[in-house]
């Protein structure tokens, strides 16, 4: 099968994947007892205000039509209404999608960057002092909470040395830079503004690192397994047979072929990381769709609860999607 | 969420560095010390432009999604409401008194069924257009039509016909029966300019879509940036038609910062001006840093304990009193840290008429003489105590009586649940929690507002009236408190309202919060006042130098 076809029937197979999951959150969202067209309308509406909600946004009928509504509607675009800002959750996605899909992607550079070599290098000098120093980074990513380095690294370098800013996108007066994609360093960058570039840089910074620490001990570990399951290979020994430098048995050889699982891993790693930033945008004051799923959720205000599933879900699959046809190219044995 | 211990320890040492001074002493956040590092050079220039510009910075937790006058209705949409559009009368101070503002004045028949309001002339909208009686007519009739937000304030006294504009200068308003609070009504009617609702109406929608995120108000503010979710920037109408009284901000930013301390280090090294929605523990911190103003305010927002007075062991009135000696109210107000009184009956002391003397204090021995009354639940019982999940002062009253109750063989179970998912289990007496503490606000500093909402069976299953208490002799009271337009017939009314509330125990009546936006002491002629969104007004804030 050649790469067309393959890709071709991987797309087709995208679309039972996100009904699947339209079904899922559409139905764990309407089981809950709470009735959202209360919640609109407050304590002191009457039954005839509470009624007009409900039938406004169509809470009045079946389950099963509701759906269907909901899907036709998703087809042409249409992520419905907010019950509680009565604002298109398109626009809201829109607004807000860019800020998250920002933090994660430098979160995910910043942890593949990093977390790549300390795991070659955890694995290079096995129980040795360099390997306990990345154990221990790795532990303390992962089980330090979220909240706390926020915090922590905000009294730091935001409160005490004043080199980053606490919060935000950029300072609250500045106005952001024309959108193009939405994402300030991108945009600034291809506006051509250098200020706006570093000031949106340094407030990416902190929400950054935070939110890279869990995938970068993910992926230093699995790195790490990885490369000695394949540094006690025979083609290893072989290459250092030949005469081959230490470097190059190590970076050419044995980290390209243990690189496959890890692979996996960070395309993983990077939908749990789009999945996972609310604590971060909360600490932050960074508006992305995390804080904005997690609002909708509190109100039970259903349009955006699924608007923002259905949009993680589709970058999920793409994104796996993205990391098999990878597979290929770091792994020639491997065709489609 | 809260702040880790650590921090506090922190936060001290860094409150006394030489930056965090220098950058205190600076006005509107700009400090020498940031100028010292690559990012302070970069921000001075951003901070210069706000002190240059008298912009004020106010952080909230929480989000405004929707302005319309006839939709949105909660505390930030009040705020930012009561920026960009005008009332007939409306709230100032504390305790709060109702103030003529686009009204000169107004008269009222002995029934208080037939209210009259003289407008005052120089009146303008934002765009240089009168303000009519017209416009409050239709502001009004556009409330009623659409049926949301503010509409249960009106819907049940008057009719779309019943209001009148007999010259351009006068509305007049004939209800459909006395409605005694009515003047407080007013305060929330918001009043639209008719042309720009009009040209903005899409679908027949009555200008609502356009409305969520724009203004046609004649308020002292319009909107100048509007990023939903993460910041709003107001501007002031310099031609405002009520002039300015003195050096008055260019604007101010309303900017979404959920995290409390956040705020708190924002406040601290002069990033933001204004905060709310601090926790206790933050805003004690921040009282003890040079150039933060916390004040001290009592506010109208009580806070109590609703009791189930349907079903389980808190429909017997014996239970709900021993519950209610055995409560520690002491230690209540050390997790407020300081920054909550005690409340005597179900209305803050500030509102007129409100008991002053609790009855009930904490007395076990008592506790335990009044749950021996009870035939059923005087050998102990098993009780659930439900809270908002993630409301830490709330957890924390849950384990006050779990401690307090296991004295009288009570095992109190706590457990979190989310507000949706409460407020479904309110609806029948059956689901609804047993105990469930619940925060007041009002909307207008009177009996009525408190009472209604939480004791007129007609309330009965919403979350204010989680408790289920229905008894005619307090809806005869309430529906006479509500009609009768005498004031001290009312207070009278009132008075036996609260007595056999307090007597039957039917919640238990804790605190009425402390609050009061905490500031930079750059801020100046800041003014609180404890109604629903008028905790902070920056009509009459300016900026020192």
Redesign the interface.
Known sequence: MGLGRYLLRRIVLLVPTLLGLSILTFVISHI?????A??A??????S??VE??RKDYGLDQPLIRQYFTYISDLFRGDFGT?I????SVSS?LA??FPATAELVLYAMVLAIVVGVPLGILSAVYQNRWPDQVIRILAISSVSLPQ??IG??L??TF????????????L????VPPDKITGMYVTDSLLNGDV?LF??SL?HLALPTIVLAMLPMAIIMRTLRGDMLNVMNQDFVRVARAKGLSEVKVILGHAARNAFIPSLTMIGLSFGWTLGGTVLVE????W?GIG??AV?A????DFAPIMGVTMLIGVVFVVLNLVVDILYGVIDPRISY | MRVPDPQTALSHRFTMSRRSLLRTSAVVGAGAAMATSPYGRAALASMAAQKSSGIAIFSSAVDIPNIDPAVGHDGSIAMAQKHLYDTLYRHQGNPPELVPWLAKDHSVNDDATEWTFNLDERATFADGSPVTAEAVVYSLQRVLEINRGIAWMFADIVDADGITAPDEHTVKFVLNKPYAPFLHATAWLFILNPAIVDENEKDGDRGQEWLTNNAAGSGPFTISRWEPGNLYQFDANPDYWRGWESDYLEGFVYQVSEESSTKRLALQQGDIQLAEWLSPQDRQLLSQVEGVVVPQEPSITTYTIKLNSKVGPTSDVHVRRALSYAFDYEAMLQVMSGFATRIAGPLPLSITGAVQEPAYETNLDKAREELAKSEEWADGFDIEFVYVAGLDEERQTGQILLDQLRELNINVKITPMEWANAVALFEDPETSPAMFPIYSGSDFPDPDNYLWQSFHSSSAGTWTGADHYVNPDIDKLLEDGRSNPNEDERIAIYDEAQTILIDEAVELYLFASIEGMVHRDSVQGYQYCPVMGSDVSFYTISLSE
């Open positions: 809950v007892p709470a009735d959202p209360k919640l309308a407050g304590p002191r509406a009457t005839e205000m007009s909600i907010s509680m800002t009565q604002r809201d607004a807000r909240f706390w915090i922590l905000q009294l935001a409160s005490s040395l004043g080199w980053l800013p606490l919060s935000k996108r300072p609250t007066l500045e200020h570093l000031m340094k909360v600490i932050f004051d508006p804080n904005y609002e959720a509190g109100r039970l």
